[in-house]
Nanobody, 123 residues
Framework: VQLQASGGGLVQAGGSLRLSCAAS????????MGWFRQVPGKERELIAA????????YYEDSVKGRFAISRDNAETTVYLQMNSLTPEDTAIYFC?????????????????WGQGTLVTVSS
């Protein structure tokens, strides 16, 4: 199992980034996918999740209207489009996968994790 996150970097406040997470080694289309972020000294938090089909999504309140999660099951990749970034969005971003028998999103702990990609937003 491998989850390879990419797309992080340094961006100015108000800018945009698109994170990608390429998955392999498991049945991607039967896994809920999520993006988490973690700031040093704080717990890892779920900020977005998407069901198998992409028909159900979840966003944490602070990113609603600014971030968009999507997935391409044929390419076994999940994306996080991040717009209107603020310094408070600075964190390490992780993608994660959770097996599910239902086409829903999930807000608990996930089964597989990627290595993380750093996003830094300057003021």
């Amino acid at each position: 199992v491998q989850l390879q996150a990419s797309g992080g970097g340094l961006v100015q406040a108000g800018g945009s980034l698109r994170l990608s997470c390429a998955a392999s080694g498991f049945a991607f289309s039967r896994y809920i996918m999520g993006w988490f972020r973690q700031v040093p000294g704080k717990e890892r938090e779920l900020i977005a999740a998407i069901s198998w089909s992409g028909g159900s999504t979840y966003y944490e309140d602070s990113v609603k209207g600014r971030f968009a999660i999507s997935r391409d099951n044929a390419e076994t990749t999940v994306y996080l489009q991040m717009n209107s970034l603020t310094p408070e969005d600075t964190a390490i971003y992780f993608c994660a996968a959770k097996y599910s028998r239902m086409d829903v999103y999930y807000r608990g702990w996930y089964d597989f994790w990627g290595q993380g990609t750093l996003v830094t937003v300057s003021s």
